[in-house]
């Protein structure tokens, strides 16, 4: 069963500082994807991540995959309050299924 | 391009009564259409998923009888919960299976079961 681990669950950070979040999945997938939700909100993509070594930047998010160590990261670099929010990275199965890490609760402050 | 619709946002019932989602996908076809739920302060778990003209798969320990899917045409997929209960409130997401299996969202439905 493909699961996926997400770490750490809860991250209070201050602005302007960087941190990085961390997405392990338990078998060989082929892709890793980054998605943010705000409350009551539903999933709005970021990232896919296609290949072994992939890098994408957005803004001040970077996500990247290393599927030999079956790891993704999400970077923030110099956080600002507007990245507060819940990040969840999921890997994807044959024909479509996706397996969600158990999120990410971002708080930014001042 | 690749907009994913729900219907209703939102909805509150009774206990016992049935309840049906729409997820609609209003600018391609899709043949594969995935149903979550999500439960406050937790992750999206995949319910089923919904083929185009056949029947769901659904994911163990999901009642196929208690969540009625249909898929009966491209664009337009159907979540019946039927004889629902408070702990059937949650936030229940649809999502529409696009080119390359990208998946595309729709904005939830949040149920409440009174």
């Known amino acids: 069963e493909l699961k996926v681990e997400q770490n750490p669950l809860f991250l209070s950070m201050q602005e302007g500082k960087n941190y990085t979040i961390y997405c392990n999945y338990s078998?060989?997938?082929?892709?890793l994807y980054w998605y943010r939700q705000d409350p009551g909100k539903s999933l709005e993509s970021l990232f896919v991540l296609l290949s072994n070594g992939a890098v994408k930047q957005e803004g001040r998010l970077m996500a990247s995959l290393d599927t030999k160590a079956r790891l993704s990261t999400l970077h923030i670099t110099a956080a600002v309050h507007d990245l507060s929010a819940t990040y969840f990275c999921a890997s994807q199965e044959t024909r479509g299924k996706l397996i969600f890490g158990q999120g990410t609760e971002l708080s930014v402050k001042p | 391009g690749a907009v994913v619709s729900q219907h209703p946002s939102w909805v509150i019932c009774k206990s016992g009564t049935s309840v049906k989602i729409e997820c609609r996908s209003l600018?391609?076809?899709?043949?594969?259409m995935f149903w979550y739920r999500q439960f406050p302060k937790q992750s999206l778990m995949l319910m089923a998923t919904?083929?185009?003209?056949?029947?769901?798969?659904?994911e163990q320990g999901v009642e196929k009888d208690k969540f009625l899917i249909n898929h009966a045409s491209l664009t337009l997929s159907t979540l019946t919960v039927t004889s629902a209960h408070p702990e059937d409130s949650s936030f229940y997401i649809c999502?529409?299976?696009?080119?390359?299996?990208?998946?595309?969202f729709g904005p939830g439905t949040r149920l409440t079961v009174l």
């Open positions: 999502s529409a299976g696009g080119v390359a299996d990208t998946q595309y």
């Open positions: 919904s083929n185009e003209g056949s029947k769901a798969t659904y």
């Open positions: 078998t060989t997938s082929d892709r």
């Open positions: 600018d391609f076809q899709a043949t594969t």
